[in-house]
Nanobody, 124 residues
């Protein structure tokens, strides 16, 4: 069965760092672009970072560009999100998701598989 399991969330002070991981199983991981979304209370889910099948192409939302780095290890079926210089506005549930195809896509409807999410809380 298809499964995406996020880990690495938690509580961190503003200016700190976290590294999220997403372990995928049940599908051809290397045939999918992977992304991280986040959803804060009262807000819609929004895309934050995308990586192509081999990591050659990435996309970052303007609010996280320069602070977050997405990467993947196809041998481990894992995608990562390194988050540096965290801000209280980064507080949200973070989800990893998979889109068929090798290239970066930024439309939410392109993503077929989703994890359950991991909470990131950034204190002032």
């Amino acid at each position: 069965q298809v499964q995406l399991v996020e880990s690495g969330g938690g509580l961190v002070q503003a200016g700190g760092s976290l590294r999220l991981s997403c372990l995928a199983s049940g599908f051809a991981f290397s045939n999918y672009a992977m992304a991280w979304f986040r959803q804060a209370p009262g807000k819609e889910r929004e895309i934050e970072a995308v990586i192509s099948w081999n990591g050659d192409n990435t996309y970052y939302a303007g609010s996280v560009k320069g602070r977050f780095t997405i990467s993947r290890d196809n041998a481990k079926n894992t995608v990562y999100l390194q988050m540096n210089n965290l801000k209280p506005d980064d507080t949200a549930v973070y989800y990893c998701a998979a889109a068929p195809g090798w290239v970066v896509v930024t439309t939410i409807e392109s993503y077929d598989y989703w994890g359950q999410g991991t909470q990131v809380t950034v204190s002032s």
